[in-house]
């Protein structure tokens, strides 16, 4: 694993915002889901595409907090523009476990 500084670290923006909205992405080549997040007023809302439908449906996911990295450039993926890259955990099936706060705090909260 590549080691970073403190600096290198301290540039990646991971905030805590809420799922407000999924939808189906039928476009993608592996199985995903449109996500809406509400990262709070000073970052706003950001699309992302995630491969999560192993473990997620669309109504567990509406209402969850999550983790994301809120100042990559956005990134196109077919036809839809991913806007943040949603965190999560690799199980050993190759499914995707997402990273989240273990209590709600307020959305645009970086983490520390």
Not at 75 to 102: H, M, N, Y
Request: net charge neutral; aromatic share 8%.
């Amino acid at each position: 694993m590549n080691e970073l500084t403190w600096n290198e670290f301290e540039k990646i923006a991971l905030c805590v915002g809420t799922i407000v909205k999924v939808d189906e992405f039928p476009e993608a080549r592996k199985p995903a889901y449109k996500l809406h997040i509400d990262f709070g007023n000073e970052i706003g809302m950001k699309k992302s595409s995630a491969q999560i439908t192993e473990v997620y449906t669309k109504s567990d996911l509406v209402g969850k907090q999550v983790v994301a990295v809120v100042n990559f450039p956005p990134k196109q993926i077919g036809p839809f523009v991913s806007e943040c890259l949603v965190t999560g955990f690799l199980r050993q099936d190759g499914a995707v476990v997402l990273a989240v706060p273990d209590q709600r705090i307020p959305n645009g909260s970086r983490l520390m």
